[in-house]
């Protein structure tokens, strides 16, 4: 069976109309447009399985959305190909949609006057799903995303979190093989996040479907997959396992201690980096490797009344690794920091 | 994965037009004193120029119009007017401004199937009270009374909704424009206010001056009012009359159809090159 | 009168960030002058029309119909560059809350809510119409006298007035049917009446434009007062009624705030 999503080589240029600031800069570009090209996305290559759930992670800006985009047939590549469900996105038509869905965060298809109900009464035609069809996965939606009777109220008087899950039931009423989220739980509270994440789990181990989710949280990414894919200024800078990426670029332990008896910095300074330091509790960096013979010879010199060994939290490592890649997209332009897994497309 | 049993092309289809004028009308239930008040705004320009054409015609019939043939053609106007506004334009713009278009690119139903849904569900129920008034006002005003006569009012029907699909794929591609500039609204109400004149809005065509007359009959525009409003009133009443005008819609409507596909393509193709 | 003097302090700084703001925007003059012009134009044609058929309308000449076409759409102008963008918004501002954050400021509300915004191009509305009367009536034939200029003068403050008063009591409705969000098409259609003088509407069209929704006044004495139309008594009149609108608009607005805030927003 072919993969849920192949990209290859795709790319994306944009021209800009450049302009000044100010009145002279409008008047001339309106007089003689400078347009200067854009690279928004460029020679993203990955798949993805059927059934996976993959993250895909970068800045704002840098290029996440546009390939969202070009996968779903908003967009067409300026280059490349791409291949979603079977189909290429841009001249799939009607049998490609049926088999998607595309989730926006930040822009709402549910109808703001009108129940959510209402939505799904029109998806349910939209898609021409049957009506016991119909009334199966809308139960099972509703009980998964815990909706209740916040389908019988109007959309607009709902909180943004409830807005949301009735987004997603109204998005998956068709059973989409390939689901597109863009930034799902952008701006909700942490309960929503939860749910939501919990959902999309729980819905992707129940139907197998394919999910390609960008986030700004880190608990999304890790709530959901253990793959992820790093862009950033258009280009695929990693496409693997978190767990490496953390080793790889950050190959440290965090060692959180909290100490019965006051200890100077200075002394716990001969177990590693001291990352933190509020008595009684501190943080040690050691070395990935060395990190069980240094807690080991921590409990045995001081009086420690706990310790725990951590990775370092993803948001610093992701830092680290936009900026590597930064540098050296500036460096060397062709080639990524290195993406290990890196699939290629059959 | 199972997929859904297709019942067949036409009874999805006419399962996707009921949810969506069902969805529509429920809206416009909520916007109903909008609604209220728009109906106002369409009915005052056809009651001014009756007031001022009534005033003129005091002194006698106006190129064969006298005071009564004035009110029963501008209810005509109020109501055909209603029946065929297109105001799709500055919702394609707000589409297109604010995102929204995407959610609707990415659903197997083209977004003009719910702009079309959207206007049956608006104009059936307001033209209906437009109708109603014009009824109330009949029965006390007999200068509002038109000719009892069942098959023109049929064969008026007909007129009306080609002018409506007409008016209406005139401003839905005129809208599409959008995809290339931000004011396609401008180029919609530019046709609005020439449509004064040439669709005989502002008074009876054969009150224009000849040459203008001339210049409309080249354009759709005399097609959307000016011709169902004189089925209506009786003041097209040859067979010649009838055939030359219902031809007239039907290839006015054939090419803005083919206008809309041109527009619809070629702007679906530029969205894809870049973006909203 | 502080709070009046301190909102003009205030609004002078909006207003000059609104125009470095409106500077940005250029292409929205050439687009609002193109479209002013069209439109003229449609009324102009529409009076040809007219007088393609008749001598006189209400037993006004071509001329003065068209001096009154000018002062429609200097009129016009004020409301699009100070009353739409303004009160206009009062409806959507008292939806979204946003009326509380000009509640708490130390200006006079009703002040500021009316003139915090200019839509600065549309005043060549204002301009174009102006040049359009003064053209027509020189056409007319008249002569310039003092009398003339200040009765016009004087009598086009009262239509602003009254023009103004009808904005406020429009958009002070948004405090009590908060569903309605298109009042101002309402005084769209209304104002469509004042296109033409009064006395060219006949028996119940007068009675609703003239005495029911005095709007058609608004422009036929302003030009009343051009073409020589004009009784010292209508325009003592007249200034009543525009001082009688401006303090009713105040009460009006005082009333309707009163329960906006007792009603806790």
Redesign the interface.
């Known amino acids: 069976m072919p993969a849920a999503i192949v990209a290859t080589d795709l790319s994306k240029t944009y021209d800009v109309k450049v302009r000044d600031p100010g ?1 002279k800069g ?2 001339a570009a ?1 007089a003689r447009p400078h347009y200067r090209q854009v690279r928004a996305v460029s020679s993203v290559t990955f798949a993805i399985e059927r059934g996976d759930a993959v993250a895909f992670l970068g800045p704002n800006g840098a290029g996440k959305t546009t390939t969202l985009k070009m996968l779903t047939g908003l967009l067409f590549p300026s280059s490349g190909r791409a291949q979603v469900a079977g189909y290429d996105p841009w001249t799939g038509g009607n049998p490609f949609r049926q088999r998607i869905a595309f989730v926006l965060g930040n822009k709402q298809q549910l109808l703001w006057d009108l129940p959510p109900e209402e939505t799904f009464r029109l998806n349910r035609a939209i898609y021409g799903v049957s009506a016991a069809d119909f009334s199966a996965r809308r139960a099972e939606l509703v009980e998964l995303l815990v909706l209740g009777d916040l389908v019988d109220k109007p959309a607009r008087q709902l909180s943004l979190g409830e807005r949301m899950k009735c987004e997603l039931a109204a998005a998956l009423l068709h059973q989409p093989e390939v689901l597109f989220l863009d930034e799902p739980t952008l701006g909700l509270d942490l309960e929503a996040q939860q749910t939501i994440r919990t959902f999309l789990g729980e819905y992707r181990q129940r139907h197998g479907a394919t999910i390609l989710l960008t986030s700004h949280y880190m608990a999304d990414v890790t709530a959901l997959t253990s793959r992820v894919l790093i862009i950033n200024r258009g280009r695929l800078l990693y496409d693997g396992e978190l767990s490496e990426l953390v080793a790889r670029i950050a190959p440290i332990k965090r060692i959180e201690v909290v100490l019965s008896e006051p200890v100077p910095r200075a002394r716990l300074e001969e177990y590693g980096r001291v990352a933190h330091f509020a008595p009684p509790s501190a943080t040690i960096e050691v070395p990935r490797e060395s990190a069980t013979a240094a807690s080991a010879r921590l409990l045995a010199d001081l009086a420690v009344a706990d310790l725990s060994i951590q990775d370092p939290p993803i948001e610093e490592v992701i830092r680290i690794a936009f900026g590597e890649g930064a540098q050296d997209t500036d460096a060397e332009p062709e080639t990524p920091v290195r993406a290990d897994v890196r699939r290629a497309p059959p | 994965m199972s997929r859904d049993a297709s019942p067949g092309p036409v009874a999805s289809f006419r399962d996707q037009y009921g949810e969506l004028m069902r969805s529509a009308f429920l809206i416009d239930l ?2 109903r ?2 609604i209220a ?2 109906l ?2 369409g009915i ?2 056809p ?2 120029s009756l ?2 054409w ?3 015609a ?2 006698g019939a ?2 064969g119009y006298t005071r009564e043939a004035f009110a029963q053609y501008f209810f005509g106007v109020a109501l055909v007017n209603q029946a065929t506004l297109s105001w799709d334009a500055w919702n394609i713009d707000r589409w297109i401004r604010e995102g929204e278009m995407n959610y609707r690119l990415t659903r197997p139903i083209a977004p003009i199937h719910e702009a079309i849904a959207d206007n049956i569900a608006y104009k059936g129920p307001t033209a209906a009270i437009i109708l109603t008034a014009w009824i109330i006002a009949a029965a006390f005003w007999p200068a509002a009374r038109i000719p009892f006569d069942p098959g023109r009012w049929l064969l008026a029907i007909v007129a009306i909704v080609l002018a409506a699909a007409i008016r209406f794929l005139n401003g839905y591609a005129t809208g599409l424009l959008a995809f290339w500039t931000t ?1 396609a609204t ?1 180029l919609v ?2 046709q609005f ?1 020439i449509s ?2 040439l669709s005989g809005r ?2 009876p065509l054969s ?3 000849p040459r203008v007359v001339h210049i409309a009959e080249y354009l759709w525009f005399p097609y959307v009012v000016s011709f169902p409003v004189e089925v209506l009133t009786g003041t097209v009443d040859t067979t010649a009359e009838y055939a030359r005008g219902f031809a007239g819609q039907v290839i006015w409507l054939a090419i803005w159809l083919l206008l809309y596909a041109l527009v619809w393509s070629r702007g679906r193709r530029r969205y894809g090159a870049v973006g909203g | 009168m502080t709070s009046i003097r301190r909102t003009i302090v205030v609004l002078r700084a909006f207003w000059q960030l609104n125009w470095l703001e409106e ?2 925007y ?2 929205n003059f050439i ?1 609002s002058l193109l ?1 002013t012009v ?2 003229l134009a ?1 009324a102009m ?2 009076v040809a ?2 007088f ?3 001598a006189s ?2 037993g006004w000449q071509f001329w003065d119909v068209v001096v009154l076409l000018g002062i429609f759409n200097a009129l016009a102008g004020v409301v699009e560059t100070v009353l739409r963008p303004g009160i206009g918004h009062l409806p959507s501002d008292v939806r979204s809350g946003a009326l509380d954050l000009v509640l708490v400021r130390p200006v006079d509300a009703q002040f500021y809510v009316s003139f915090r915004r200019l839509d600065v191009w549309r005043l060549a509305d204002v301009v174009l119409g102006l040049a359009l009367a003064a053209y027509a009536f020189a056409q007319t034939g008249r002569t310039m006298s003092a009398w003339v200029l200040i009765s016009f003068i004087v009598t086009f403050a009262v239509a602003i007035a009254v023009v103004y008063a009808i904005w406020v009591a429009l958009m002070s409705l948004a405090f009590w ?1 908060v ?5 101002a ?2 005084f ?3 104002f ?2 004042a ?2 003088p009064v006395s ?3 028996g119940a ?1 007068r009675f609703l434009f003239v005495y029911l929704i005095p709007i058609a006044w608004t422009t036929t004495i302003p030009a009343s007062a051009l073409t020589g139309r004009l009784q010292p008594a209508l325009a003592m009149w007249a200034l009543a009624v525009g001082i009688a609108a401006l303090g009713a608009s105040r009460l009006l607005w005082r009333a309707a705030l009163k329960r906006y805030t007792s009603a806790g927003g």
């Open positions: 009145i409008a008047l309106l | 909520q916007y004193a909008s008040i728009w106002i705004w005052t320009e009651i001014i007031g001022i009534w005033s003129i005091a002194a106006v190129d004011r401008a109400e530019l206010g004064l004149f502002i008074a009150l224009l001056p | 500077l940005q250029r292409g687009a479209g069209f439109w449609m044609l529409t029309l007219y393609r058929h008749t309308l209400g049917f569903a309605v969000e298109n009042m098409a309402l769209d259609a209304l469509e009446a296109r033409n060219a509407y006949p069209l």
